[in-house]
């Protein structure tokens, strides 16, 4: 067996994204303790970063040690109690898992079902709150990463708060490539992801809880079901101060490149990443279209970062895949579910949402779909 | 804000261990996509790689992406049910977790209590069993990480299968350290992590189940209170052949440093680092007991690749460990819980496990509590 040589790929899935080789870099640093007084300086200038790209004051805004579905589930456990009624918004593959969760936590889920490639509908989710007095949390996809629709978790957001629910956002592809504004969109909980926007390698989920949030953890009434994602245990670790309580060992190399890479977003400047992600969706929304490929979801909700595009008749997902991938080192996604086979997901994430990127895709899927 | 650059640091706590160059090297290699081919190729020689060092033929035998504390909840929330009764073993700190864990599955802990720094008292255990009819799994630590100690789990794992338990082994510290055979031992599940003897950054916890322990948890009566550790889902993902179902984005690039170190850990042949973690663990007490620091556990139960050691009367704890940090870049562990204050925690786990480090590590001892 020999040491593992990755090919070179040009990642336009969704997800990850190609990462930064000063990210890359970062990661290769030498390996130090993870209660070492260096290292502790080094999460505290992550929860900084992380703030600048939540657009948030909270304290608790830390990175969870696991993928973005354990940022999910440590949301959820949390604020889900047993018995409790929950409002889940279904708009693609997410948003299931989201229910699944809230039945593992022995609550009930009432589903807003929307359909797969569109936001989820204001007069239906306030309608839904109306008639399920119950409910005490809302949890919605601000990016939905299987079908590339993007929801007004503001407005969401508002209608929640009238009914006196906390919100949580599934922000794992949004952070970094359209404007999320936690504390001026009041959102109570978001989480995150590292491979999307933030073009860090996978394994680490950013998270941010306001005072309204931790409050309700505090005084629960019930323990939470999982250890590793109980918050009053894990803030004991990555809460304020010098004197952090040993948890679990923290991914140290996985947090150099969290580092690096959102020192990288903060050196662009948020806004200057949002626009250039807006910018770069769009060019490549009219150059698939160029070559008789149309957007799967409509204009205002459309996301620029992941472009989910129909696939003509008569053209074979798979092999189209299998070729970008083998003949031109180019990865998209699949369409998942009921998408299968009828959609492409066309990433433009972080560092690899550029020009450059834009042209290679375009230019293959057109010599495969085209010129056979 | 700028880069972090962290110290060049000796490793000689309770783990993260130094981590191999060709390791971190191995880290910063190009992303590629969770679900590429090349990715399912190096996930599959993991596997591989890992049932060696397991020393089983384990079909599941994979690497959860999380710390060593998800890969015990892992195991844990898939192998209790609700109202059943397990069986803790208590030595140290990580027995303690695992009560906490079992009470979070709505399970009942009958806890077999063991001195700190002792190992698990078979005769207590196995009267525990015959007292407690209704225990269906037992667990505890093979290397209890918090005080050197080092349990039979041979024996234990005998006697728990005399009384139809299955049993759930913490090998967190001795995977790759000290003999570990999984299948002749007749272990039915055993959890690690990456950053102890196997000298790979944290982040990932090796984890393996014989097909008894999977009988059970596709026959379970409830579902698996986490979706994330959901082992039914989470083998869609890493099971057997080319189709894998999407469950979460793995951690690429730690996986390349696991394949990496494990690499490491073949070539140098398992044996082979077993007897020198055995060899540099004596010559460490040997070297300590000739400056006045006598070793903590007894003969027959200590760690080689962790030596717990008594702190004399007089000697500041704290001061000494951050001397030793700050002028020496030597890091050693406290002791835990009633041992704060009172032992040392010095590991030689994997790629820190060498002549250099104990010769460094006991004159600059030498130096800061005999010299001053």
New interface residues.
């Given amino acids: 067996?020999n040491?593992?040589?990755?090919?070179?790929?040009i990642?336009m899935?969704p997800?990850?994204s190609?990462?930064h080789p000063?990210v890359?870099?970062?990661?290769?640093?030498?390996?130090?303790?993870?209660l070492?007084?260096?290292?502790i300086e080094?999460m505290d200038?992550i929860k900084?970063?992380l703030k600048y790209a939540f657009q948030t004051e909270n304290e608790v805004t830390f990175a969870v040690?696991?993928?973005?579905?354990?940022g999910m589930?440590t949301c959820l456990v949390n604020l889900v109690e047993p018995g409790s009624e929950v409002l889940v918004c279904i708009n693609g593959v997410f948003g299931g898992?989201m229910k699944?969760?809230v039945?593992?936590?022995d609550a009930k889920p009432i589903v807003v079902n929307n359909p797969w490639g569109s936001a989820v509908d204001l007069n239906l989710f306030e309608d839904t709150l109306k008639n399920n007095k119950a409910i005490t949390v809302c949890v919605f996809v601000h990016a939905e990463t299987s079908t590339g629709a993007k929801s007004n978790i503001k407005a969401l957001t508002e209608i929640a708060h009238q009914h006196n629910c906390l919100v949580i956002a599934d922000t794992v592809t949004s952070l970094g490539g359209i404007p999320l504004k936690i504390d001026e969109w009041n959102i109570d909980v978001a989480y995150s992801?590292s491979?999307k926007c933030l073009s860090c390698?996978?394994?680490l989920a950013p998270i941010t809880f306001n005072s309204r949030a931790v409050e309700f953890i505090k005084n629960r009434e019930n323990?939470?079901?999982?250890?590793?994602m109980d918050l009053n245990l894990v803030l004991g670790y990555w809460g304020k101060g010098a004197k952090r309580a040993?948890?679990?060992?923290?991914?140290?190399?996985?947090l150099?490149?969290l580092?690096?890479s959102l020192?990288l977003l903060?050196e662009e400047g948020i806004e200057n990443s949002w626009s250039r992600h807006q910018k770069n969706g769009d060019e490549l929304v009219s150059e698939l279209e160029k070559i008789g490929l149309k957007p799967f979801v409509k204009v205002n909700e459309r996301l620029p970062q992941l472009t989910s595009t129909t696939i003509q008749d008569g053209i074979d997902d798979a092999s189209v895949r299998k070729s970008l991938?083998q003949k031109y080192n180019i990865?998209i996604g699949a369409g998942?579910g009921d998408l299968s086979g009828k959609v492409w997901r066309i990433g433009l994430m972080g560092y690899s949402s550029n020009e450059e990127n834009i042209n290679a895709c375009v230019r293959a899927l057109n010599e495969l779909i085209n010129k056979n």
């Fill in positions: 067996m040491p593992f040589s990755p090919p070179k790929r990642l899935g997800g990850p190609n990462v000063r890359l870099e970062a990661m290769s640093r030498p390996t130090i303790g993870h070492d007084p260096k290292f080094l200038e900084g970063l040690s696991g993928p973005g579905s354990v589930e898992r699944s969760i039945e593992r936590c992801g491979q390698p996978p394994g323990i939470v079901q999982s250890w590793f040993y948890h679990h060992t923290a991914p140290i190399n996985s150099y490149a580092h690096e020192l903060k991938l990865e998942l």
